[in-house]
């Protein structure tokens, strides 16, 4: 789960790491009195969304006199705001965090992330902040400095001095940034984080060390330990399609295709999409029911797909193991039952009481087509979505 730069901000505060001095608004009257509080400007009024590159879409903004803050936080509140990782539909600003300007002497990248390959978190940093450090990762990765953390005996001081050295900042900050980066770790870990980021972390011209920006994701696993945190969720800035998913524990995503999937298995749904691409299609999202779902489950899941209008047919594949192809039978006739739907559905099932879940396809007087296996499954989709072409042609001329 993502949280805003402003929650971050606050549990930077609990865990002693500096942040500049400001507050969230959510009106323009808000922004003001944050602002006056403040004092002296200039100020910063950043856009709170669940996305970077606010700067390069015109979401951080720079205010000089007290009396332009309620017009700049008038422009930027309910704005829906693009940037290069929100995609073209934006994100809607619903909160700005107003703060103090600093006088900045030098910008440093700092992140603890999980490396899933050697399974621990490592510690990242660079002396090259403030820009896209997957850039650097990808043109000079020797610009990054990694420190692998064995779980078993934690973040070591002579690791966060390797950090520090390799970074070439004043040696009289050594005590400050190895401060930091303990506090940082021990955030990540307390908190059940997969992401812990400061981009930049700034020398300021006074000679301190401050969090300038904040990034922290929560795993979602682990949320139940953190109710606190698990009421920071902002819905608003995820789709609600998924956020209408997440209610019935499914696993759902939305893609930009054309083709809705239902599977069972992660393995299975991202094979289903590679199939669904060889047929020259695209899918529309990632939808996995999970190996325990039920009718119900199953239900909500194809509903979920049908409210896509980027659906222009629906592809279920699935292989009953836990989940039993005559619980999923049950699940799409119920749905199928209760929605009025004029896309076509292309159905392949395996697995546990596969003949049972093909009798009551065919017994349920709707309208499936039954696939036979993975092959004869891709053929059909494409003769689907042929016809469906041929059906707009044909409306078109």
Not at 34 to 45: C, R, S, T
Not at 141 to 148: A, K, V
Not at 164 to 182: A, H, Q, W
């Amino acid at each position: 789960m993502k949280i805003h730069e402003y929650q971050a901000k606050q549990l930077f505060k609990t865990y002693n790491i500096p942040v500049p001095l400001g507050a969230v608004a959510k009106t323009t009257e808000d922004a003001f009195r944050i602002a006056e509080k403040i004092g002296k400007g200039p100020f910063v009024l950043k856009a709170q969304i669940h996305a970077g590159g606010r700067g390069k879409g015109g979401g951080i903004r720079i205010v000089n006199d007290l009396g332009d803050v309620k017009d700049i936080a008038a422009d930027l509140l309910g704005m829906v705001l693009v940037t290069p990782q929100t995609g073209e539909e934006g994100k809607p600003v619903q909160a700005l965090l107003v703060e103090e300007t600093l006088s900045v002497e030098k910008e440093i990248y700092l992140g603890i992330v999980i490396d899933r390959q050697k399974a621990c978190p490592v510690v990242i940093a660079s002396a090259e902040g403030g820009m896209e450090i997957e850039k650097i990762a990808a043109t000079e990765p020797e610009r990054l400095l990694r420190e692998e953390v064995d779980f078993a005996v934690g973040l070591r001081p002579f690791q966060t001095g390797r950090i520090f050295y390799g970074l070439g900042i004043d040696p009289s900050l050594s005590r400050k940034m190895s401060t930091i980066i303990l506090n940082l770790f021990r955030l990540f870990v307390e908190k059940d984080c997969s992401l812990a980021e400061i981009n930049p972390l700034v020398v300021t011209k006074s000679g301190e060390l401050v969090a300038l920006d904040a990034k922290v994701t929560i795993d979602d696993n682990a949320l139940y330990r953190h109710q606190d945190i698990a009421s920071l969720r902002d819905v608003n800035q995820e789709n609600p399609l998924e956020v209408e998913a997440s209610k019935y524990n499914l696993n759902y995503i939305k893609l930009k295709g054309n083709v809705g999937c239902m599977v069972n298995g992660a393995g299975l749904a991202m094979a289903t999409m590679d199939l669904i691409k060889l047929v020259g299609a695209e899918p529309a999202n990632f939808l996995d029911v999970g190996g325990g779902a039920t009718s119900e489950m199953v239900k909500q899941g194809l509903k979920i797909l049908l409210y896509d209008k980027d659906v222009k047919m629906v592809f279920i594949n699935i292989f009953g193991g836990i989940l039993r192809c005559d619980t999923l039978a049950e699940g799409v006739v119920k749905a199928v039952d209760e929605l009025v739907i004029d896309l076509p559905i292309v159905i392949r099932l395996e697995g546990t009481n596969v003949e049972e879940g093909r009798k009551i396809l065919a017994g349920s007087g709707l309208s499936f087509t039954v696939a036979t296996g993975l092959k004869d499954a891709a053929e059909k989709v494409a003769e689907t979505l042929k016809r469906i072409e041929n059906k707009y042609e044909s409306r078109k001329s």
